[in-house]
């Protein structure tokens, strides 16, 4: 009840805002504002993660390209899922990936139910190796918004360190540790701490 009562909250606040960049996304190459991709989620069922679009439409044949015709960038790709000079993101991205306006969505899905205020982050299917055997605990809990891996590195956080993060928060979990995340994730986010 706590995270409708806040994400409803929020949704309404910042609607005004995510419709401005909705119409600046479309007006900077003429392609849909808003991406949706299946991830997975509490008792490791999938759901559509919504987000602002920050990447050009052809995305992922850019993505192939590149990891066909740079070694480096295709190791960087497979041990971290983030490239550090993505070609892929736009302008417009940068700025709303640096500030995570481009996750203000995701609060249609903790609405939904899909998502929590606090979480580890939601994975794709390609992710779930690099899990092993803390996918189930991963699966305990609904993905958040925000969370404690996003709070102590973001981006600059190995893969490893992020899953023992993740099954960190989900073996602590707490009212109180879930609050204290969400006033943390302000600063950080102002700091833009990590983020690519």
């Given at each position: 009840?706590?995270?409708?009562?806040?994400?409803?909250?929020?949704?309404?606040?910042?609607?005004?805002?995510?419709?401005?960049?909705?119409?600046?996304?479309?007006?900077?190459?003429?392609?849909?504002?808003?991406?949706?991709?299946?991830?997975?989620?509490?008792?490791?069922?999938?759901?559509?993660?919504?987000?602002?679009?920050?990447?050009?439409?052809?995305?992922?044949?850019?993505?192939e390209h590149l990891l066909?015709?740079?070694?480096?960038?295709?190791?960087?790709?497979?041990?971290?899922?983030?490239?550090?000079?993505?070609?892929?993101?736009?302008?417009?991205?940068?700025?709303?990936?640096?500030?995570?306006?481009?996750?203000?969505?995701?609060?249609?899905?903790?609405?939904?139910?899909?998502?929590?205020?606090?979480?580890?982050?939601?994975?794709?299917?390609?992710?779930?190796?690099?899990?092993?055997?803390?996918?189930?605990?991963?699966?305990?809990?609904?993905?958040?918004?925000?969370?404690?891996?996003?709070?102590?590195?973001?981006?600059?956080?190995?893969?490893?360190?992020?899953?023992?993060?993740?099954?960190?928060?989900?073996?602590?979990?707490?009212?109180?540790?879930?609050?204290?995340?969400?006033?943390?994730?302000?600063?950080?986010?102002?700091?833009?701490?990590?983020?690519?």
């Amino acid at each position: 009840m706590f995270d409708i009562l806040v994400a409803g909250s929020a949704l309404l606040f910042v609607a005004p805002l995510i419709l401005t960049i909705a119409v600046a996304i479309r007006m900077q190459d003429g392609g849909k504002a808003f991406y949706a991709q299946r991830r997975f989620g509490l008792n490791g069922e999938t759901f559509n993660c919504f987000k602002l679009r920050s990447m050009v439409p052809d995305a992922q044949e850019r993505l192939e390209h590149l990891l066909e015709n740079n070694p480096a960038a295709r190791r960087e790709w497979e041990e971290s899922q983030k490239l550090t000079h993505d070609p892929r993101i736009t302008s417009l991205g940068h700025f709303i990936r640096k500030t995570s306006i481009d996750e203000l969505p995701q609060l249609y899905n903790v609405l939904r139910g899909d998502m929590s205020l606090v979480g580890p982050r939601p994975i794709v299917e390609s992710e779930i190796p690099k899990y092993g055997e803390n996918f189930r605990q991963y699966c305990a809990v609904r993905p958040g918004i925000t969370g404690l891996w996003q709070v102590t590195g973001r981006s600059d956080t190995s893969y490893p360190q992020r899953v023992a993060i993740d099954v960190e928060y989900v073996r602590t979990r707490s009212f109180w540790g879930d609050v204290k995340i969400v006033l943390l994730t302000v600063p950080a986010v102002f700091k833009s701490e990590g983020a690519r």
